[in-house]
């Protein structure tokens, strides 16, 4: 999970030229406030306090909020979190007010972080945050994770809601971390059926994983009817993986992301966990194309990293058959079966009542925290909105129902 990974990526984006095919941006970091939008206070505060210097005197929150082995505190810990969390919620904003029709935030997709505890590395859940900001606009948003991690902060954040379906491929066994996510976790209550797991076996190779993967998401997309979707783009259910035992190549992982692309839904993309840095950037840098619709060559471009790149200095360095596939035809044809007939149960895209949307946080921050570009948005959206509700600071928007069925998304501003 270093950093480094993200310098990597940018560098092999950069070197393929890819900046020129998409606007990039500098988000401000998430303030406290928009953190708590989900996680709990006194862990907010938490996070804000632990250095390594203080860490021995708050023992007692170390277990309570799970910090420790797997999730160490650092140096500048709240401040690495509020980076990638101010990320993805600036990409959902940009979804919400549709100036763009994809966003990317690599640096994001920290699928097991829990309302009051970290996990897995994950302090802050910038996919949670993110997607209840797409929650404010969009009726339905479908979470879809390629980790070879169970997605379970996403999961149990959602599992009462009928809005939010998630769909998690990963690795399920006794011994693999989180160590949930099997077939019958569906959701509960009003959620019951809008959560569906895909629990794989070591050393899944392409063929299967992609047609596992279509067979289930076309009718999921079909059937839910998502006015949005969040996909989560972990690289370490790649093949050659320190920690992952799947053997994926990098087109098939980035087949996922071109597959889920075709619908033309607004789209977030977000990373992950990925623990051999070099195919992380890789794999990053394949999907930063397909997502902008580039062809790159196989050819790495020449960068300040070049040597990380060594042997083949290709995009797509031979990663798979490294470990023997466990999963059997039948025991796929099992798990899509299975989820074709939790399916039928959805009954159809729930509706969403209409109801006056509160105006956003970002709206309320102090002009110091907000950032040129969001005051233009937010000026751009005042401009364009007609019969403007003075109660709500010209963002008063409202879904019109009406205008939503046959999956059209359009939210009118009043
Ligand atoms: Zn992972």
């Known amino acids: 999970m270093r950093p480094h990974r993200m310098e990597l990526t940018n560098q092999l984006v950069l070197g393929y030229g890819l900046h020129e095919k998409m606007s990039m941006h500098a988000p401000r970091k998430a303030t406290e406030e928009e953190l708590r939008q989900f996680h709990d206070a006194d862990y907010v505060d938490f996070l804000k306090r632990v250095t390594p210097k203080n860490a021995q005197a708050l023992t007692k929150d170390w277990t309570k909020f799970n910090v420790g082995d797997d999730c160490p505190v650092f140096h500048d810990v709240f401040s690495f979190c509020q980076q990638y969390a101010g990320a993805s919620l600036a990409a959902a904003r940009k979804l919400a007010n549709e100036s763009t029709d994809i966003a990317i935030n690599w640096s994001g997709g920290l699928h097991h972080a829990k309302k009051g505890e970290a996990s897995g590395f994950c302090y802050v859940n910038d996919i949670v945050l993110a997607i209840l900001e797409l929650l404010r606009y969009h009726p339905r948003v479908l979470y879809i994770d390629i980790d070879i991690h169970h997605g379970d902060g996403v999961q149990e954040a959602f599992y009462l809601s009928n809005r939010v379906l998630t769909v998690s491929f990963h690795k399920y066994a006794a011994d693999f971390f989180p160590g949930t996510g099997n077939l019958s976790e569906i959701g509960s209550d009003l959620g019951k059926y809008f959560s569906l797991n895909v629990p794989l076996q070591d050393g899944i190779d392409d063929e299967s994983y992609i047609s596992l993967f279509k067979a289930i998401m076309e009718p999921t997309i079909t059937t839910f009817r998502p006015s949005s979707i969040v996909l989560q783009c972990g690289a370490d259910s790649l093949g050659c993986d320190r920690l992952g035992t799947f053997n994926l190549s990098i087109a098939a992982h980035g087949e996922c992301v071109r597959f889920i692309k075709s619908f033309g839904l607004p789209l977030l993309v977000l990373g992950g966990g990925g623990y051999r840095q070099s195919s992380v950037a890789r794999c990053w840098t394949y999907e930063t194309g397909v997502l902008a619709g580039v062809t790159l060559p196989d050819e790495l471009p020449s960068n300040n990293y070049y040597q990380f790149f060594a042997p083949d200095y290709h995009l797509h360095p031979p990663l798979t058959g490294q470990i023997q596939n466990l999963n059997t035809r039948q025991s796929l044809e099992r798990i899509r079966v299975t989820i074709r007939e939790k399916l ?65 998304k359009r939210t009118r501003a009043f």
């Open 344 to 408: 039928r149960y959805l009954n159809g895209a729930p509706s969403v009542q209409m109801q006056e949307i509160p105006p956003d946080l970002g709206g309320w921050l102090a002009d110091e925290v907000r950032t040129r570009e969001e005051k233009d948005e937010d000026e751009e959206g005042a401009e364009g909105s007609e019969n403007k509700d003075p109660e709500m600071g010209g963002r008063g928007e409202y879904f019109d129902l009406e205008e939503m069925t046959g999956g059209r």
